[in-house]
């Protein structure tokens, strides 16, 4: 048996146009502005919790487990070791950079925290955890206040041994 | 029910545009003061609650980052509304009723100045099928609600004028108000229109600012304040979505949900010293006194909305001021209100007392 049909349906409405469009203003705050002027200048700058001396890269304005105002920003040389990498293989709608490429956290000497960039100028299956890199810094046209100043890190040629080996 | 009160309140000054600081970076000093009046470390809080909008930040999960300011490490038990935090409030006051904790922080963050154009983002609350392809401007909705008011004769463009000429005098002595001063009748009349019958001064001015309330239950709360403001009431209602269906010159929502807060508390909106209502125009107020039957409050003493909006912190400002009120002795029973949508769609109001019972 089966049910008595009902009534048709109307034909559907599949679709709507009602394009927003929406520009926003966006605040980088004081500890961001810090960090991200320095990048212009090829610099990375990190910064020293007074409570309990964790070294954030990049810094925020105040020690997020303290809640202290971070002491005043210093230099790194920009060297450090890859902490964990993945090698990103499929393409994707926006995707800016030719598949397949490395993303990593990169531990820098001096830092407590990681950072997230490219590696470049090594092959995807030569990339290790505890390869050291150093930054490729943009042309002096193309520095600005972005993560885009830099434009990859690359090996520098040292094993230094693996993130869980590092004190 | 367990006793629950305000213990704390603190909030930043309301500003057309802070460009300085990002959220964390707004939000630290208010918790500090707020956590500091209460004489407690973060450690000793339960539950944070907190509420602010993606829409005006312009980001997914924005108020994560909100969260480097609460120090959530190790982690802590936390919830989040994408409205109002007032919202967050009852969420929190929820929570201390079940028994989970004896201390809860609510924070709201208002972050208006980040949308370049209101008018681009604000019709996205919109029904989307009927209202939002029309692109109504910002005001237009509070527009046709004022016009049905006058109309049915319940207010004036004059009584407008009124109301925000007490308002901003009232402001002067708020140090967080953006907006105060002394503006006569006529010069307030005398201003051009934004929608018919509405005036700029009409319109409560968004900006940003981030507000902060901590709650105790019981014993911790009468140890953490010398006059907790006891909340001896909260209920929230809803109305439709769709403005059309609605009577705009009635908040229904308002009135059931203050008539169930009343039934709760023991006592009513015309039991009250001082109401703090969320007017995002000067001609809702008229609307929400009917409502919550203000027939003898003091409304607005802060300025009000009036005088500072900064949206999705607005609603939890006026929890805050109208507790403010009992804990600084200066008001023994207090109304406190809070608006979400357009043209008033969902109300909340909180009833406080110096009595716990
Ligand atoms: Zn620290």
């Known amino acids: 048996m089966s049910a008595e049909p009902g009534p048709p349906l109307p034909q559907p409405i599949t679709s709507v146009k009602s394009p927003f469009r929406m520009d926003y203003t966006y605040v980088a705050g004081a500890g961001r502005s810090v960090f991200l002027r320095g990048l212009a200048e090829r610099k990375l700058l990190a910064r020293r919790c007074p409570g309990c001396s964790q070294v954030y890269l990049p810094p925020p304005e105040f020690c997020s487990r303290c809640l202290t105002e971070l002491e005043a920003p210093f230099e790194l040389d920009g060297r450090g070791t890859i902490a964990t990498f993945c090698v990103v293989s499929f393409p994707f709608p926006g995707q800016t950079i030719e598949a397949p490429y490395v993303v990593a956290h990169i531990h820098h000497h001096g830092a407590d925290t990681r950072l997230m960039h490219l590696i470049g100028d090594v092959a995807p299956d030569e990339v290790r955890i505890g390869m050291e890199v150093e930054p490729v810094w943009v042309g002096e046209d193309q520095l600005t206040t972005s993560m885009t100043s830099i434009r990859h890190y690359r090996p520098t040629g040292v094993a230094i041994g693996s993130e869980s080996t590092r004190a | ?357």
């Open chain 2, 1 to 357: 029910m367990r006793d629950i009160a305000v213990v704390s309140f603190a909030q930043s000054p309301c500003v057309a545009a802070n460009r300085r600081d990002d959220m964390a970076g707004f939000l630290l000093p208010v918790i500090r003061d707020a956590v500091q009046q209460a004489g407690i470390d973060r450690d000793q809080i339960d539950f944070f609650a907190s509420g602010s909008h993606d829409f005006f930040e312009g980001r997914t999960f924005a108020y994560i980052e909100s969260l480097d300011a609460v120090g959530a490490w190790p982690p802590i038990s936390e919830s989040h509304v994408e409205m109002d935090a007032a919202w967050a409030f009852h969420e929190a006051w929820a929570w201390l009723q079940l028994g989970q904790g004896d201390i809860a922080l609510v924070y709201g963050i208002g972050r208006g100045s980040l949308p370049r154009d209101l008018d681009q983002v604000l019709p996205a609350q919109l029904d989307p099928y009927y209202l939002a392809p029309l692109r109504p401007h910002r005001h237009a909705l509070a527009g046709l609600q004022a016009r049905a008011l006058l109309d049915a004769g319940r207010t004036s463009e004059q009584q407008l004028a009124e109301v925000v000429s007490r308002s901003l005098a009232a402001a002067v002595a708020n140090p967080a108000a953006q907006k105060s001063g002394a503006f006569s009748v006529a010069e307030l009349m005398a201003a051009p229109y934004v929608a018919s019958p509405l005036r700029e001064h009409d319109v409560a001015p968004c900006g940003d600012a981030a507000a902060v309330v901590v709650l105790a239950a019981g014993d911790t709360a009468r140890r953490l304040a010398d006059r907790p403001a006891w909340v001896r009431a909260i209920d929230h209602r809803m109305d439709t979505h769709y403005p059309g269906s609605r009577d705009l010159t009635r908040a229904e929502s308002a009135r059931i949900a203050g008539a169930r807060a009343a039934e709760l508390a023991g006592f009513a909106g015309y039991d009250v010293d001082v109401a703090e209502l969320h007017v995002q125009y000067s001609h809702q107020e008229m609307i929400l006194a009917d409502a919550l039957g203000l027939t003898g409050a003091l409304i607005n003493l802060s300025g009000g909305p009036l005088a500072g909006n900064p949206m999705t912190a607005t609603g939890l400002i006026r929890i805050g001021e109208a507790a403010a009120q009992i804990l600084d002795g200066r008001a023994g029973r207090t109304l406190a209100h809070a608006t979400n949508g357009p043209a008033l769609q969902q109300n909340l109001v909180c009833l406080m007392s110096t009595d716990p019972a």
